[in-house]
């Protein structure tokens, strides 16, 4: 696909489950939010096609798909209260005002805003605002949901609380939904499955364990939060040892690295807090790794460090 006479997005395909919460998780720039705007129509394609069970629905119009959008920003209308927000869809749509009444009340108590119908949204909180957004996206029923990195503008625990309401909430209803995000922490999270994307293109389909077990490259091992990427030489060999067949990378997942009484000599080289966890960065012979432990040691300790079955995985290996 080109856009404004230059490529963007390349050889791309993406399927979506009924049901299924699919995550686009990538870098800023690297086409996730033009994907999700040729999905929803508001951006045409050069080649390709987008098809809906089966129909090609390439040429029709955004609001003939039936597919809902939710931006980062939450754009509700200043001028309408939070249920007037909620409805707005259905009035396009010409649903009774006693059904959208019906309907946009019991969508506000699905997000936990039970009794904010007469609320201002200029009193809303970030959160707040957002559940109404997810509401007013929600309520005329869309046949696939388009989340586009709706939690970025949030704080942390707020993003990690609302995820948690947001996987309930699809899950519950059964929506086919795509989420897009930079956050890994939230694709894993969020995602039946994830597509990881870098520069147009997409790297890597599949579950979150299959992705997490096996990125396939250094590049979508980083995306998905892998840190102990380690450069092998010509013999397969690195301070480790021999961990491969020849010259390339190999992850060595910090899930499978562990401080014991036998293994690999290493000092303590860093400690730090992620997502509540104790990780503790080692060096063993040249090769900074990073390990969660719940073991209490000290920067510049001495320790021992066992690499447990299935910690080294081919990535790109010549």
């Not at 791309?12 to 720039?29: F, K, N, W």
């Not at 690297?30 to 705007?37: D, I, S, V």
């Not at 019991?106 to 997810?134: D, I, P, Y």
Request: aromatic letters at 4%; hydrophobic letters at 40%; one cysteine or more.
């Amino acid at each position: 696909m080109s856009l404004d006479g230059r490529s963007v997005l390349f050889d791309v395909e993406l399927e979506v489950e009924a049901g299924e919460i699919v995550v686009m998780l990538g870098p800023s720039g690297c086409g996730k939010t033009t994907l999700l705007r040729v999905i929803a129509g508001l951006q045409t394609v050069s080649s390709g096609g987008i098809f809906w069970e089966g129909i090609d629905i390439t040429n029709l119009p955004s609001h003939k798909r039936g597919f809902g959008l939710m931006f980062q920003e939450s754009t509700l209308f200043p001028h309408r209260d939070v249920a007037q927000n909620v409805s707005f869809g259905l009035e396009v749509a010409g649903v009774s005002p006693q059904e959208r009444s019906e309907r946009v009340g019991r969508m506000l108590a699905l997000v936990g805003l039970q009794g904010f119908e007469n609320r201002s949204v200029s009193t809303l909180s970030g959160g707040e605002a957002q559940r109404v957004a997810l509401a007013r996206s929600l309520v005329t029923s869309p046949r696939l949901l388009m989340l586009d990195e709706p939690l970025a503008s949030l704080d942390r625990s707020r993003r990690e609380e609302l995820v948690g309401e947001i996987r309930f909430l699809l899950r519950r209803l059964g929506q086919s939904a795509i989420h897009v995000t930079h956050d890994h922490d939230e694709a894993f999270e969020l995602a039946d499955r994830i597509a990881v994307m870098s520069a147009g293109r997409i790297l890597r389909v599949g579950t979150p364990t299959e992705v997490w077990e096996n990125p396939g490259t250094p590049e979508v091992a980083r995306s998905v939060g892998h840190r102990n990427l380690v450069d092998l030489d010509a013999t397969g060999s690195c301070s480790l040892g021999t961990l491969g067949t020849g010259p390339g990378t190999v992850l060595v997942r910090g899930d499978r690295l562990e401080i014991s009484a036998e293994g690999f000599p290493a000092r303590v080289t860093g400690l730090s807090r992620r997502s509540g966890r104790l990780e503790v960065a080692v060096d063993i012979g040249g090769i900074e790794l990073f390990l969660t432990t719940e073991r209490q040691v000290e920067v510049g300790e001495a320790v021992t460090v066992a690499i447990r079955e299935g910690a080294v995985v081919a990535l790109g290996l010549s």
